[in-house]
């Protein structure tokens, strides 16, 4: 495991070499809740909608584009890479396993945008827009928790699309439909509990709604306690049920890349 951390360690000092992208990142996620707050502001006004009133959506706005940061997802770009340039040949013959490499190396990169994006948009749009406590200290931790499994999910949604650029060789339709289907679905811009009651069924049987919705919802009070429990374990579910499909599906794209020759 020391190796991994260590992947880790050199995927966060690798992007602080690009240290002037941070300050573009901070602005675009600032640009972004601006954008969505002002639409939400011409839409409740100072009223509320199902009992959601506009600072509400102002928290919302900020923890979704925040948690975005954070995403594993374009771990795609990574193997896309790798495919287009042959390296991947060379790097199933390294003494480790390839896609815990590609989960560490992503979670340096996920700390650095943490310490140098999140916590400065964080800090910003907290005194511009000013942001409500977490709906209790049970909501926070569970909060935290169903980050972790966000991220998770995650990875695994994005490993998925780069495991099947195995067989197309490119992975850029995948990318737009999985693109697609997190906007709508993870609720990254209209939470579900806005959805149309046959939409919000849909939304609830995927496992998108972990990587927004479910994060904002659980700190903002809108998942009761006594759904919490429940709630994160079929989170973890979803993460078994990926993380199976993923494994499966590497072990065929390896063999398939031997028989190759690749």
Request: without cysteine; positive net charge.
């Amino acid at each position: 495991m020391k190796a991994y951390a260590a992947f880790s360690i050199k995927s966060f000092s690798t992007n602080l070499a690009y240290r002037s992208e941070v300050w573009l990142r901070t602005v675009g996620n600032f640009i972004t809740i601006f954008i969505q707050v002002a639409i939400w502001k011409a839409v409740i006004g100072k009223g509320s909608i199902d009992g959601i009133g506009i600072q509400d959506m102002i928290t919302y706005s900020i923890l979704n584009t925040l948690i975005y940061s954070l995403l594993l997802t374009n771990v795609y770009r990574t193997v896309d890479e790798r495919l287009r340039t042959g390296g991947i040949a060379i790097d199933l013959i390294k003494p480790l396993r390839y896609p815990l490499y590609l989960l560490a190396d992503r979670l340096g990169n996920s700390l650095y945008q943490f310490v140098f994006t999140v916590i400065p948009t964080l800090l910003i749009t907290w005194i511009y827009f000013g942001i409500t406590q977490p709906y209790s200290l049970h909501h926070l931790l569970a909060f935290l928790l169903s980050i972790a499994i966000s991220l998770t999910i995650s990875f695994a949604l994005g490993y998925l699309v780069a495991l099947i650029g195995f067989w197309f060789l490119t992975t850029f339709a995948l990318e737009w439909t999985l693109i697609g289907l997190m906007t709508v679905f993870s609720g990254s811009f209209l939470p579900i509990w806005f959805f149309p009651p046959k939409w919000e069924a849909v939304a609830q049987a995927l496992p998108f709604q972990y990587i927004g919705y479910i994060p904002a919802a659980i700190y903002m009070g809108r998942i009761p306690a006594e759904n919490i429990v429940s709630t994160i374990g079929i989170g973890f579910i979803w993460i078994v049920i990926l993380l199976s499909i993923v494994w499966l599906l590497w072990w065929k794209a390896v063999n398939r890349l031997i028989v190759q020759g690749g």
